[in-house]
């Protein structure tokens, strides 16, 4: 069965970077549409940005114009590249599918804090 595992995490001050990688076990990546998810204590869980097949990428708002999302198919590999961080930006991360009748195990998911 395929496995994500999301990594690169960590403290950072507000106005900081962080670059986050989800790795799965399979080859699933170039073959579906792939995005980062945020949860936040006490909210739902939400998508934050996805990347397709043809890698056209779409972002939600709150993060559109800091965040970058891209693929590395070869390494069945997803990155989420993170600027001008806000503690409005701290939760848990998750990567997975898009489509959610297709969603695999969820992995440990990487945290992410930003200090004021």
């Known amino acids: 069965q395929v496995q994500l595992v999301e990594s690169g995490g960590g403290l950072v001050q507000a106005g900081g970077s962080l670059r986050l990688s989800c790795a799965a076990s399979g080859s699933i990546f170039s073959l579906n549409a792939m995005g980062w998810y945020r949860q936040a204590p006490g909210k739902q869980r939400e998508l934050v940005a996805y990347i397709t097949t043809r890698s056209n990428t779409i972002y939600a708002e709150s993060v559109k114009g800091r965040f970058t999302i891209s693929r590395d198919n070869a390494k069945n590999t997803v990155y989420l590249q993170m600027n001008s961080l806000r503690p409005e930006d701290t939760a848990v991360y998750y990567c997975?599918?898009?489509?959610?009748?297709?969603?695999?195990?969820w992995g440990q998911g990487t945290q992410v804090t930003v200090s004021s």
């Open positions: 997975n599918e898009v489509d959610s009748s297709r969603y695999l195990p």
